[in-house]
């Protein structure tokens, strides 16, 4: 059995417009809500914490809804494409309504932006859990950490698309001591991105094709399924339950640790190093870079020594990368610029690891049928935390100071590690088998 990799790049194209949004959304609009409608941090961090909050509601309700949509298109694209298009829209309309209120300030104006911004995260988390159960739909589950990996690394690469895109158009040269910064370029080409790779997905995606397919694997592997049926429903027993939750505990913890770094980052150098925009997304482009590389062969990894093991392995890089950012960017400001790029190559390589098999683990404990609810119980669990976290990062910031951040990223990252230590199911056995009964016994 070998991973069907054409299927699932054409899959993951969702997952890379996604991921494009979400880093231009963490990068620029803190800058817009600072600069243009001069909000302190902590203001700052409750609208950065809306789109999860939505997200918390919206993710499990629609990846539930998709479970049980039939369509001539499949059960997860129709989501997909109405929720881009819209988001297509309303994303160019942001950059308008911040430049209008720089000209001329009004409450209308402010309460524009508040509804347009509201309407986009919806958009957005419309397709966010179908579009991530798309690929577990397609793929068998022993297959699903090297199928993420490849999901992940169309996101990493999404992620640099804009990256590279951000830097070029917004130099420091361009940024610095700037009164204001027209991002409406940067919005149009992400708008543009979007529209590009769901009309690819479109037009090659097979959904319904490929999920029969799949499920057909999937008949002939029972022992595959860690579900009890009862009649009409299937329950988790209490060890994999137990098991569950504290994965999704773990999934929560590291989110704290990393949405705080990717909400504040850009206002941290620009306060404590004196670097604008442009540097904020080089080192994210250098992050990006280290997942893209490792994204493969995390998967690879897990094959050998296991899904927990190799998030283990992760978290605790992590963690370590966030103790020594602290060091470099208190240390020094011009001779931090190197040892950053190189700290956060390893957050890249750390973010692979748990990446890649932090969702196979997720939904490998539940029913074939269930894979768009647990999805969405994923993304409940990450964005229950990137509620709070802005929020509590922005408030200890303006208390503390900037320089806490780095600590409280660090604090959750091993916390993280901590109760992954406690996730005894939806591994995969490693053992010397050439054959398929290598993937037979998925609990350790």
């Avoid at 640790?257 to 190093?273: I, K």
């Avoid at 011009?334 to 956060?344: G, K, L, N």
Wanted: charged content about 15%.
């Amino acid at each position: 059995m070998k991973l069907n990799y054409k299927r699932t790049f054409l899959t993951g194209l969702a997952f890379l417009v996604i991921t494009a949004f979400w880093q231009m959304y963490d990068n620029v609009l803190p800058l817009m809500l600072r600069d243009t409608f001069h909000l302190d941090e902590t203001l700052i961090g409750v609208i950065m914490a809306s789109d999860n909050i939505l997200a918390l509601f919206l993710l499990p309700f629609f990846g539930k809804l998709s479970d049980k949509t039939s369509s001539r298109i499949g059960k997860r694209m129709p989501y997909i494409l109405f929720g881009t298009g819209a988001a297509i829209i309303l994303t160019n309309v942001l950059p308008i309504i911040d430049n209008s209120y720089y000209v001329a300030q009004s409450n209308l104006k402010l309460g524009s932006f508040v509804i347009t911004l509201g309407l986009l995260l919806i958009a957005m988390a419309v397709f966010r859990s179908p579009a991530v159960a798309l690929m577990p739909d397609v793929t068998p589950k022993p297959l699903r950490s090297q199928g993420n990996a490849v999901i992940n690394l169309m996101g990493a690469l999404g992620g640099i698309i804009y990256l590279i895109f951000s830097a070029l158009m917004y130099p420091e040269t361009k940024t610095k001591a700037v009164e204001h910064v027209n991002y409406q370029p940067l919005f149009i080409f992400i708008a543009s991105l979007m529209f590009i790779g769901i009309g690819l997905m479109l037009l090659t995606v097979k959904e319904n094709k490929w999920s029969e397919e799949n499920k057909k694997i999937e008949k002939e592997h029972p022992e595959w399924d860690l579900s009890v049926k009862e009649e009409k429903k299937t329950r988790l027993p209490a060890p994999v339950l137990r098991s569950m939750l504290f994965l999704l505990a773990s999934v929560a913890l590291w989110y704290f640790a990393y949405n705080a770094l990717t909400t504040w980052f850009t206002s941290y150098v620009d306060t404590l190093m004196g670097k604008q925009l442009g540097f904020a997304s080089t080192c994210f482009l250098v992050t990006n870079v280290g997942a893209i590389l490792f994204f493969i062969p995390s998967g690879i990894i897990a094959s050998k020594i296991g899904r927990k093991k190799s998030i283990l392995i992760g978290t605790m890089a992590f963690g370590t990368c966030f103790v020594a950012a602290y060091f470099i960017t208190t240390a020094a400001k011009e001779s931090a610029i190197i040892p950053m790029y190189i700290d956060f190559f390893i957050v890249g390589v750390s973010w692979a690891l748990i990446n890649v098999n932090s969702l196979p683990m997720t939904v490998e404990m539940c029913n074939g049928a269930d894979t768009g609810k647990f999805t969405g119980y994923y993304y409940a669990a990450s964005m229950s935390a990137q509620v709070v976290t802005p929020v509590l990062a922005g408030f200890l910031l303006r208390t503390f100071g900037y320089r806490i951040l780095f600590p409280y990223a660090a604090l959750f990252a091993f916390l993280s590690f901590t109760t992954m230590l406690f996730v005894k199911h939806g591994d995969n056995r490693v053992q010397a088998k050439k054959s398929i009964s290598a993937f037979e016994d998925m609990e350790i």
